[in-house]
């Protein structure tokens, strides 16, 4: 702002000089000259920033709609990364139940045998060791021969859960292995598209400063011109037609869910501090979050903590708000295409393989909530 400003000061000022006195035909000739070779070289620079911002226009809209295919495609690795690290938690939880009942078992084992060791390597110098009625013997005998008949149900039991442990370890490896596969081969489909995204967002950020340049350049070449050429005849300005406004997507996540996973909250659902305002998904780890319409970002960034936080405008004043991401492929004032990357969810922790990501979808109409999966 403060270079265009002192573009423009220093293209009035010499119209501001020339007004102290009246100028003679021939210093007005002379400028009117300089004016118009001006003119011209500025007038093939805007020709020049016009044709880069409608290639600039042409190179976005087809990034964007590359982008929406390689999350499309991304989208099948993410639900197979979902869906084992959903049975890789099952499985975690079948082997621990497993071990628990085998530690019963052998706890169980551990304080019988040291009697039945006894009994069965000194058996008459045990009956011996408590003399008793023949009747209690009887009873005695049949006691032991019970314990004897648990011993070895118990030891069977043993035998099976420890078979099952080892089988459900084996089953856990083999998930593991799986899983550890799709998270890599999700990885590098992920880096590729970020990629992308960056190498896009680097051309952009050049192509904004050259339009910057020019369109400080064609200011003070048009405020000069019409300063100079005033001295000689009134300048008259044909203003360029506005740029058709881009119609709104009809803003619903129905049917096209912002990111691989399910719906564990659905809209207007029971909770502690009331029904529900959006939609709540557990996403798959290290899924790419989509944009569910057409628009301008108004906000961007960390918010409280909700995580990375989005506020997308998609016209006819709906705005949806998008949180829980772990990073964000888009700033504000940035224009996104309905399906475009906008963020990414937390990936993989091997460390917590039950715990999910979460994505909290709202949708505002003039500041009231509605169902997102409404239309």
């Known amino acids: 702002m403060k270079s265009q400003a002192a573009l423009l000061l220093a293209a009035f000022l010499p119209g501001l000089a020339l007004a102290d006195q009246p100028p003679s035909l021939q210093k007005t000739q002379a400028a009117l000259a300089a004016a118009q070779q001006a003119e011209a070289a500025h007038e093939q620079a805007a020709a020049a920033a016009r044709a880069k911002q409608d290639q600039d226009a042409a190179n976005a809209a087809l990034l964007a709609e590359a982008q929406v295919q390689a999350a499309a495609k991304l989208r099948d690795l993410e639900e197979q990364t979902g869906g084992a690290a959903d049975a890789y938690a099952d499985l975690q939880a079948q082997q621990q139940q497993a071990a628990d009942i085998l530690k019963q078992n052998e706890a169980a084992l551990a304080a019988l045998l040291p009697v039945m060791q006894r009994i069965s390597s000194q058996p008459a110098a045990t009956l011996l060791a408590n003399p008793s009625a ?13 314990i004897a008949a648990d011993i070895q149900r118990r030891a069977a039991a043993v035998q099976t859960q420890s078979q099952a442990v080892t089988h459900l370890m084996d089953m856990m490896s083999d998930q593991q292995k799986r899983l550890f596969a799709a998270v890599a081969t999700q990885q590098q489909a992920e880096d590729a598209l970020t990629a992308q995204i960056n190498a896009a967002k680097a051309a952009e950020a050049a192509d904004e400063d050259i339009q910057a340049r020019e369109a400080a350049a064609a200011v003070a070449a048009d405020a000069n011109v019409r300063d100079l050429t005033g001295m000689v005849q009134k300048l008259t300005a044909t203003p360029q037609p506005a740029a058709p406004a881009i119609p709104a997507s009809m803003p619903s996540i129905s049917g096209n869910a912002p990111v691989a996973g399910r719906i564990i909250q659905a809209f207007g659902a029971n909770t502690v501090a009331g029904p529900a305002t959006g939609v709540t998904y557990r996403a798959a780890p290290g899924a790419r979050v989509a ?3 057409t628009g301008p970002v108004q906000f961007a960034g960390p918010f409280q903590s909700y995580g990375q936080l989005i506020i997308l405008d998609c016209g006819q004043d709906n705005l949806f708000v998008l949180s829980g991401m772990d990073r964000l492929d888009v700033t504000a004032g940035q224009r996104v295409a309905r399906g475009q990357p906008v963020g990414e969810m937390a990936a ?8 999910q990501p979460e994505l909290y979808v709202e949708l505002r109409k003039n500041g009231t909530p509605i169902d997102p999966n409404s239309r």
Not at 134 to 146: A, E, M
């Open 134 to 146: 023949p009747r209690d013997s009887v009873r005695g005998i049949l006691i032991v021969q019970g």
């Open 291 to 293: 944009a569910p319409c």
């Open 348 to 355: 993989f922790d091997p460390k917590s393989p039950a715990k």
